[in-house]
């Protein structure tokens, strides 16, 4: 069944190309179609193109159908195109013609549209409180090691002490960053483009304020045009968001594999957080970071994709973006795997104390004894120098003891500032708002 067949049948070969993956991606979207035309068919009521009693009727049989997708038995039917026809199609037989009158003022177009917002605002709330829960092992870790000493490097040559207090605090207050463009991105998922139908609005006088309402929505895209012309922009800015937060990710897990590297030796994990190998026995290998680095690197190259795949297409929805689905429905489930085996591991991270001690890592300590050097009075330049001397004839004298007290280093970690700077972004989503709109919806 397709809501655009007339009286001919496709080629068999033309209706597997064009469908693709639809029928199987369109599972995602299922929840989501339903609370659109729920919200659709009160708007219709409310102007006059559904009564009373057919709007009630479609209620209840929309909120059954709602209720199977939660339950997991919803599925397809042999034949049906996508999410939309088939909803159709069990209004219809369920109905009759009232099940028919649900697609009045509006298309695939701007139904997909609104499915593909209300899934990614969903989707975004849940990588938010993933995102948060790493954030808060981060901010836990950071603390219950902040005076153990680290090496810094700078070319991944040793340079200054470090600690793995600023090591974990530093990905923590990177996440921060991250959702402050994730929230950016929430605000332009969360418009509304139902209405616009197939890109060029209606001639019914509907109103698409009462379905934004409805629908939670925080505002609507005004201009019938651009909601269809959103279509590839909104994803593409929403991938950008989750690039950067794997971004965060493939770096702490590059750390990760250098770190439990035997020549670095800093950090390890109990063996059943490791593998080993088919022919060298000592063998424990980083492969859950590695695989974090892989995946997150991949999407990274998410927003790119989607460029690639939008550029140059003209006003006016094309069958190109059908193909968007296929990539940004799976980078969510990827990104969230990512965050949570990077929690596991974190969570079971055993830190290796004393490093500072050995005498390898004695020129970590040339800019500590310079400043003591200035401190005394003596001019930065001839501190630097004589400190230079000593190293380069052999007679470097340091001590491992470190005083740093200013914002954001060793001795003044400020995590409580960096709590509250995620806790105001995470404010900021305000996900009560959608909560609330969809349970009056659903009740």
Known sequence: MKLWQKDKASLQEVE??????????????????????????????????????????LEVELKNIYQQIQKGGFTLNEGVEDIHSQVELMLTEKLGDVGKKIHSARSRNDQVLVDLKLFLRNEIEKLVFNTKDFFDLLIQQSEKYKTDLLPGYTHLQLAMPSSFGLWFGAYAESLVDDLTTLQAAYTVVNKNPLGSAAGYGSSFPINRTLTTQLLGFEDLNYN???????????????ASAMANIAATLSKLSMDACLFINQNFSFISFPDELTTGSSIMPHKKNPDVFELIRSHCNRIQALPNEIMLMTTNLPSGYQRDLQLLKEHIIPAFEN????????????????????????????????????????????PFRDAYKKVGMDIENGNFQYSTAVNHTHEGSIGNLCNPQIQQAMQNIIQKFNFDKVKIALQQLLG
Do not use: W
């Open 224 to 238: 019938v045009v651009y909601a269809q012309m959103g279509r590839g922009k909104t994803e593409r800015i929403v």
């Open 335 to 378: 990104l969230n795997n990512c965050l949570q085996m990077a929690g596991l591991m974190l969570s079971n991270i055993e830190v290796k104390k004393d490093l500072l001690q050995d005498e390898k890592y004695k020129f970590l300590f040339s800019v500590e004894e310079v400043n003591k050097l200035v401190l005394q009075g003596v």
């Open 16 to 57: 597997k190309f064009t469908v693709g993956k639809d029928n199987q991606l369109d599972i995602h979207l299922a929840p989501f179609d339903v609370l659109g035309s729920l919200a659709h068919t009160k708007m219709l009521e409310s102007v006059g193109l559904l009564t009373k009693d057919e709007l009630a009727s």
